[in-house]
């Protein structure tokens, strides 16, 4: 078969842009270190979340130096914390959250960033983010959950290092 | 009684070298030019696969590098 030389041309560019996806999506998981969030977070009984070490008391948890765990349970309809009271972590640091759901399925979205994650009753979402300078995030929630669905957000305060340590030894977190 | 008409008058006279039933605007029944597989040369439907080419590249890179990564507070773990 004759094939013109415009033709091969072609051909081999539109070959190389597939080989130009995939490397830039192999960069993404190598270079830049985007993860998937898998089901590593493990199961929890969402009917007794209250015995849980930690969702009994769900909030910040320093677990490392400039390390955060964010232990978050979506409700219909509210994050807690977040929806009353704004989740606060000091600026530059890792946080990983820790997301579970106590009746349907929720969704939990720093809005504006590739933070987010479904939240499952029986299932703990866990992912780790690498937080900047401080700043006030929205959260919503991005799966139907019922009836005001629509209402369901919450803050997340991305606050200076000192002021959030200052926080933390007056009994807050 | 036949469609093509057939009596002398009907061809002019000014123009001796139109055949018998020739369409106005009609292209030539004879070969022009003869060229080779690789002599037929679309530039212009190359340069606009190329363009095409060049959007979807800039697109990509625009999505991913700007609109994905850029985005802050990607999931890292
Ligand atoms: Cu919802």
Redesign the pocket.
């Known amino acids: 078969m004759e094939i013109h030389a415009y033709e091969k041309f072609w051909l081999g560019a539109a070959l190389l842009l597939i080989v130009g996806f995939i490397a830039t999506v192999s960069y993404g998981a190598i270079g830049a270190g985007v993860e998937m969030i898998d089901d590593d977070g493990g199961t929890v009984d969402p009917q007794n979340l209250d015995q849980h070490p930690k969702f009994s008391d769900p909030g910040v948890y320093k677990s490392g130096p400039n390390e955060y765990d964010v232990y978050v349970i ?1 409700k ?2 509210l994050f807690q914390p977040g929806t009353s009271e704004p989740i606060r972590v000091p600026a530059n640091s890792t946080v990983t959250f820790h997301v579970t759901s106590a009746d349907v399925i ?2 939990f979205e720093v809005v504006g960033t590739n933070a987010n994650t479904m939240a499952i009753p029986g299932q703990i979402s866990t992912f780790t983010v690498e937080v900047d300078g401080p700043q006030e995030y929205g959260l919503l ?6 009836s005001a ?1 629509h209402a ?1 957000e919450g803050t997340m305060k991305v606050v200076p290092e000192d002021e959030f340590n200052a926080s933390a030894t007056a009994g807050g977190a | 009684m036949s469609l093509e008409p057939e009596t002398e008058n009907t061809i002019r006279e000014d123009v001796p070298d139109r055949p018998r039933g020739y369409v106005v605007g009609s292209a030539p029944d004879s070969i022009e030019r003869e060229i080779g597989h690789d002599d037929f040369d679309p530039v212009g439907t190359l340069v606009l696969i190329f363009g095409y080419f060049l959007i979807l590249v800039v697109m990509w890179v625009f999505m991913y590098f700007v609109e994905f990564l850029g985005r802050g507070m990607t999931v890292i773990g």
């Open positions: 979506a219909q309809f929720h969704g929630c991005n799966e139907y959950c019922g669905h369901m």
